[in-house]
């Protein structure tokens, strides 16, 4: 049968599983191998990084492009665009002049289209599209934190296995729904890594070690969207993160942490500066904590539904379709 | 008043009064264990409660008044129930 809405699941089917959280585990792993980048678009990728690098350093002999973001720690969606940053050893590219003397060089090399040049924001940016590839990107100028902290999320990825695959699944679910975007209050990417590093690694089966997070991320998926969805008290715990492990702290203990309008916020301190709240622009976090406990009970409802059902009914049929709802191309 | 018969809910899997056996938790929440009888040590200077922040207990297990608004029946994962027999 052709199941357009659930393309990852043709030819892997796993109604047989006896327990439905394996063929849960089973389905996480098809759905990430699915929207995985194949090497062809990770060649375009590394192509068009090194043209617009090219031509900076053309411009600006003593600056240089990094990247930083999703892309950097190769937690990207398809589609999604490239974060990258100019840092310079004189230091004084973010002008208003340095923003436009770049924009126009990308867009006379026809390395660029679409440009807008966002000089006044707190963080000025240049955005683009890349003609050949169509990726949109990103430049800011002159900040360090963004590559630091893809340097944290790469030591984690490698310490934590499970961690590269729940964070796509949160990321998906949250795009799906439009709460990913920190400019409407939603959950930015470094964010959701925190919410899901910091889950793994204070889970009572990784504390006793008697798991291995991969062979368990159907049932870790569910009891993720529970704690935060469910349990977790928003308006008394922060979350800190540091490069090497995770722990809460009241808020009282640090009001630094707080949100001065509302104590119901998500508060993850700042491994690099104490006083610093990461998540202090999801002001829409009543939303996400609903959204998270309704896929609890999506998921939960699926699975009794599933068990029930007769193995014929079984076949074909899909536990995450629902809950993360990808409408991207097919790929 | 109530229309409705009053009806016993009962599960034959776990014994609680809750929920009924279709809709027992211990449908989905199963972990695939590690094989071997290998000792394992639990990180307790790791467990932390997610409803008042503090160290050395579980959210479930927590003294203080619950902060969600969201009821918690049935337990959650974040339980000291959720750990292993060898290490309670």
Known sequence: ?331 | QCPHKWRRIFCTLCNSKRHSRDRCPSIWRSYYLLQGNRRRALAIHKIYCYNCGEKGHFGDDCYHDRSSRVPNEDGSAFSGENLPKQVK
Not at chain 1, 23 to 47: C, G, H, M
Not at chain 1, 51 to 78: M, N, Q
């Open chain 1, 1 to 331: 049968t052709l199941n357009t809405d659930y393309p990852w699941i043709l030819n892997h089917d796993h109604s047989k599983q006896r327990e439905i959280a394996d063929w849960l585990t089973l389905e996480i792993k098809d759905f990430v191998a699915y929207i995985s980048p194949s090497q062809e678009e990770i060649t375009v990728r590394n192509a068009t990084i090194g043209k617009i690098r090219r031509a900076v350093k053309e411009l600006w002999p003593d600056a240089d492009l990094h990247v930083f973001g999703s892309f950097a720690t190769d937690l990207y969606l398809p589609g999604s665009d490239i974060d990258c940053v100019v840092n310079s050893s004189a230091g004084d590219k973010e002008n208003r002049n340095c923003l436009y003397s770049l924009a126009s060089f990308l867009k006379r090399r026809k390395l660029a289209t679409q440009v807008e040049v966002i000089a006044k924001a707190r963080v000025p940016i240049i955005k683009f599209v890349e003609p050949e590839s169509q990726i949109h990107i990103d430049v800011s100028f002159e900040r360090t934190n963004g590559v630091e902290a893809a340097k944290i999320i790469r030591g984690w990825l490698t310490q934590t296995p499970g961690l590269r695959e729940l964070v796509l699944i949160v990321k998906q679910f949250l795009s799906a729904r439009r709460l990913n975007n920190v400019h409407t209050g939603g959950l930015g990417g470094f964010s959701v890594i925190c919410l899901v590093y910091a889950f793994l690694e204070l889970h009572p089966r990784t504390l006793s070690a008697d798991i291995s997070t991969t062979e368990n991320l159907g049932i870790l998926l569910m009891d993720l969207f529970e704690l935060y969805g469910k349990n977790f008290g928003y308006d008394h715990v922060a979350i800190a993160v540091q490069s090497d492990g995770a722990s809460y702290l009241p808020k009282q203990k640090n009001s630094n942490l707080q949100n001065p309008r509302t104590s119901f916020s998500l508060a993850i301190q700042d491994p690099g500066d104490a006083n610093n709240n990461i998540s202090r622009g999801s002001f829409n976090i009543r939303d996400i904590k609903k959204a998270f406990a309704g896929a609890f009970d999506l998921l939960t409802n699926r699975c009794f539904e599933l068990d029930a059902a007769t193995f014929k009914d079984r076949v074909g049929k899909s536990i995450l379709g629902n809950v993360i709802k990808y409408r991207g191309k097919e790929r």
